[in-house]
């Protein structure tokens, strides 16, 4: 296993759940970031599919202790530099380009690359990847389509993400091939609009709860 994959290990296993966030407003990253943090949800994807991403990383990556702030929905090799220069501590990719995997390869910051067929997977086994973000999981095939990788697929780890939940994490999580998964359910939109962060905390210590 490489150094980067290891420091990618080291990140996402430290909780089961990581929070996947589309932020409208950078102000309101920082209190956001800590809430998740306070519930025990220290690695934090920040999409960047909003104005506000770059702002909202560069605030958490300078102001949350604790907190581990990556890019999610990078899209390019120009995504993957910004995304760096703002502090992301991992990228997060739906799929994957040439474009990107060279980028990842030029760099320290490892990168959780997109996968949802068993042909994605062996191209990206192919470049040296270990660990991929199963995505769509649920619209793909779920829980039990992820199984069936998992003999004829042995080595590689997911991070199921898409249609995660509360009530079907616990499917994923206790698959062998599984290190975590991700959702934004942890943070609702409404509950960020009220600034409802004691809210958040809640539902981020029940998400830190999960076990296989
Ligand atoms: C996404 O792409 O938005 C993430 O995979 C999160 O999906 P979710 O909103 O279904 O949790």
Redesign the pocket.
Known sequence: MTAKTEKLLAILKAQPVVP?L?VDDAKSAVPLARALVAGGLKAIEI?MRTPAALDAIRAVAAEVEGANVGAG?ILSAKDWDAAVAAGSTFIVS?GVTRGILDAANASDVPILPGAATASEVMALREEGVEVMKF??AEQAGGAAYLKALSSPLAGTLFCP????SLKNAKDYLSLPNVVCV????VAPKELVAAGDWAGITRLASEAAALKA
């Open positions: 996947v589309i999409t929905t739906p995505f769509p993400t898409g249609g995660v991700g959702g934004s359910w």
